[in-house]
């Protein structure tokens, strides 16, 4: 049994509140799960297309999690890279823990 994923939805422009009413700000349009030592995926909810995650693809050392996702699986929807958002909610068997950042969406870092 899978103890815990951290699930993070990604606005590339498309994005949608798909946990309204409860949480508005919340909106997404792309989904990556990480399962440290586990299957991790992308789903991509504009072409209803997954696409599974390498096991080196998701790392973990110490406290921190570290998760690489392809360029090439974000294509825009309406935004460049450097104008997307993300959401992280990390799940257990009990649900959902916290939406971070609360009800609303982070910047993301386009790395070089």
């Known amino acids: 049994m899978i103890e815990s994923a951290y699930v ?3 606005n590339r ?3 949608t509140a798909r946990f ?3 949480t508005p700000g919340v ?3 792309f989904i990556v799960i990480a399962v440290p030592g586990g299957a991790s995926t ?3 909810l504009v072409t209803n297309t997954s696409t599974a995650l390498a096991a080196s693809a998701v ?3 110490g406290s921190t999690l570290t998760v690489t996702v392809p360029a090439s699986l974000l294509t825009s929807q309406g935004f460049t890279p450097a104008n997307y958002t993300v959401n ?3 799940k257990t068997t009990g649900g959902i823990s916290d939406f971070a950042p609360d009800n609303s969406m982070a910047p993301v870092r386009v790395l070089p």
């Open 8 to 10: 993070w939805g990604v």
């Open 13 to 15: 422009g498309a994005g």
């Open 20 to 22: 309204a009413p409860a």
């Open 27 to 29: 909106v997404f349009d």
């Open 42 to 44: 992308t789903r991509d």
């Open 59 to 61: 790392v973990t050392s």
């Open 88 to 90: 992280l909610w990390p």
